[in-house]
């Protein structure tokens, strides 16, 4: 599938006319519970040309592409990523550290990672975490018959508030290393293990009947950092320069100095 992925991207590449600088692995792969059927979930960073720089006018600073060989691409303008990088944004700093990396051919990656934690910011990635916690139990957790494959979709959120809290730097994407490191409780995460377990083998892990020990642990921690979040301060005047700088450093990297 490495191939085929990395097929792909060369053919988006001569589509749209552009370079991808950075293409990892996002989704429940990366985070080490994909199922057998498990889709491909492909993010990547982008540079246009350099004149297409050379223009007042708004452009689309996305791409997405769902294929029918269970790929789904998706990637973000190298200037967009940029901003939401200088923000913090969870999503972005989780590209940096995806466990799986289809392409990494231009410097840019690495110079984000160098600067990560000068621009991290706690706050926003404990209420990004917190929020999707929130949404995915109150949704799928509640009842007394629950889907239980989407506990991974609360624990996975709420372990990577525990990391952040703890250590003061932006959470790991594989599951496992959460678990492993940011729960205690041995029954927990015996009954936590035995899901991923039946997860990778391939089990549907739809309706059963709620887990109580999950469910106690989760509302317990989400009402944790919900208090937590109120009492929580933190400023921080992300430096535009640096990723200025990087932003034309690249250009030149990717498309030389002339027009």
């Known amino acids: 599938m490495r191939i085929e992925i ?52 708004d452009k ?19 200037r967009k ?11 972005m700093l989780e590209w940096l550290r995806s466990p799986l990396i289809y392409k990494e051919t231009y410097s840019t990656a690495q110079e984000l990672r160098q600067l990560s934690a000068e621009y991290f910011n706690p706050k926003s990635c404990l209420y990004h975490y917190l929020h999707m916690a929130k ?13 239980v494959k989407k506990y991974f979709y609360v624990l996975r959120p709420i372990l990577a508030c525990r990391w952040i809290e703890r250590t003061n730097d932006m959470a790991p994407m594989e599951f496992k290393i959460l678990m492993d490191t940011q729960i205690e409780d041995q029954k927990l995460k015996s009954e936590i293990e035995n899901l991923l377990k039946r997860k990778i083998k391939g089990d549907e892990l739809n309706d059963e009947p709620r887990i109580q020990i999950l469910n106690d642990f989760i509302q317990e921690q989400i009402n944790y950092y919900s208090d937590f979040l109120e009492k929580f301060e ?7 320069k640096k990723l200025d700088d990087l932003f034309i450093r690249n250009l030149i990297e990717v498309n030389g100095s002339k027009i």
Request: proline share 4%; net charge neutral.
């Open 234 to 240: 933190f400023s921080n005047k992300p430096k535009i």
């Open 60 to 78: 689309k600073d996305n791409i997405e592409k769902i294929l029918p060989n269970e790929i789904d691409l998706a990637g973000w303008e190298i």
């Open 81 to 91: 990523a940029l901003n939401l990088f200088k923000k913090s944004n969870p999503p």
């Open 6 to 57: 990395l097929h792909e991207l060369s053919l988006l590449e001569e589509q749209k006319q552009i370079k991808i600088l950075y293409a990892v692995e996002s989704g429940s792969r990366a985070w080490g519970f994909a199922s057998t059927n498990s889709d491909w979930d492909v993010r990547f960073i982008y540079i246009h040309k350099t004149d297409w720089y050379l223009s007042i006018g």
């Open 135 to 147: 949404g995915n139990f109150k949704m799928y957790l509640q009842k007394e018959t629950v889907r």
